[in-house]
Nanobody, 124 residues
């Protein structure tokens, strides 16, 4: 059974940093991609980054490019999202998802399994 568990969310001030983690199990980690999505209140779900666990290729949405960094620890089946210079508009529930490939389109339909999410709130 595929399981994805997010952690690391919380309250952070504008301009601050936060690191999210996604712990994956139940599949061959190196053969899949992991993406981060977020959903803000009243907004559609947004794909923000993905990483192909095999070749470590990555893609980012324009809204987070240059501020967020995705990485993975293949030995521990973990994927991280380092969030720097956060803004109030980054406030959302953040989800990780697994799928067969990491594409620049970052579409939710490309991912098969999802975690339950972790809340990130950016506020002073």
């Amino acid at each position: 059974e595929v399981q994805l568990v997010e952690s690391g969310g919380g309250l952070v001030q504008p301009g601050g940093s936060l690191r999210l983690s996604c712990a994956a199990s139940g599949f061959t980690f190196d053969d899949y991609a992991i993406a981060w999505f977020r959903r803000a209140p009243g907004m559609p779900r947004e794909g923000i980054s993905c990483i192909s666990n095999g070749d470590r290729s990555t893609h980012y949405a324009n809204s987070v490019k240059g501020r967020f960094t995705i990485s993975s620890d293949n030995a521990k089946n973990l994927v991280f999202l380092q969030m720097n210079s956060v803004k109030p508009e980054d406030t959302a529930v953040y989800y990780c998802a697994s799928g067969p490939l990491c594409s620049e389109l970052l579409l939710s339909d490309e991912y098969d399994d999802w975690g339950k999410g972790t809340q990130v709130t950016v506020s002073s």
